[in-house]
């Protein structure tokens, strides 16, 4: 990251935000937000579900053990280096009653957030970890259907939309649900990070219309 980035400024009004409780506990010192990091011009970005008390520590997002799954069966085996990705969270704040998924208000209140995250860093492809980032990115749930198939995300106020690619959340891998279906997706991944990450004026412009035309079909197929 470089401190000119317009994100930056993002990051310090992220820090005074207090519009739910668990905002409100991360201003008076309890459990700090925790902000997006890595490569702010990436093309991959990853939402994460939120924060928990190693990344409250490490000020970084997915780093304790899920992150470590992350880091070692999804990033390395499709290619990826953490540092050319950017890691975000759909909730900047700790949930603060162990680890549970944030309420549907937290979430809400925190979306212009994640919202501004993604205007900003304007990812080609986004991956989603779990339901929650999958409801905050694209406005559905049910990852176990939805998993491994690209689609689009919800518009953002630039009227844009971006191609998706939902995944299973790595502490559900954790508890040893859903490896095989993991590796898939990973091996999907592999390849649509070839086409996002697609280096030159025409190919950059073939490799969007491929994703947009496989978001398309898949839409199509879901409507069927
Ligand atoms: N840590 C995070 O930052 N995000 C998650 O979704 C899980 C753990």
């Known amino acids: 990251m470089t401190s000119e980035h317009p994100i930056f400024d993002l990051q310090r ?13 991360a201003v008076d010192g309890a459990d700090p937000h925790v902000f997006g ?3 702010v011009n990436a093309e991959i970005m990853f939402v994460g579900e939120a924060p928990g008390a190693d990344e409250v520590r490490m000020k970084r997002p997915l780093v304790g053990r899920s992150g470590q799954f992350y880091e070692s069966r999804i990033l390395e085996p499709a290619g990826l280096r953490r540092s050319e990705v950017y890691t975000t969270n759909a909730v900047l704040c700790r949930p603060n009653e ?20 993604i205007l900003l860093v304007k990812p080609r492809l986004i991956v989603t970890l779990g339901n929650a980032p999958l409801f905050a990115v694209c406005g559905t749930t049910g990852i176990t259907k939805k998993r491994g198939r690209l689609r689009w995300s919800k518009a953002w106020s630039d009227g844009e939309a971006i191609p998706v690619l939902p995944m299973f959340h790595p502490a559900y891998c954790l508890r040893g649900s859903g490896l095989k279906e993991m590796e898939e997706d990973v091996a999907t991944l592999r390849k649509l990070s070839g086409m996002a990450r697609a280096k030159g004026a025409l190919a950059e412009i073939q490799a969007a219309e491929d994703l947009r035309t496989l978001c398309d079909l898949e839409a199509a197929a879901e409507a069927h």
């Open 37 to 39: 990091s890595g490569n």
């Open 98 to 117: 162990k680890n549970r998924t944030p309420f549907p208000t937290e979430m809400e209140l925190c979306a212009p957030h994640l919202d501004a995250q």
């Open 13 to 25: 009004r992220c820090y005074e935000c207090c519009e739910c409780v668990l905002g409100r506990r």
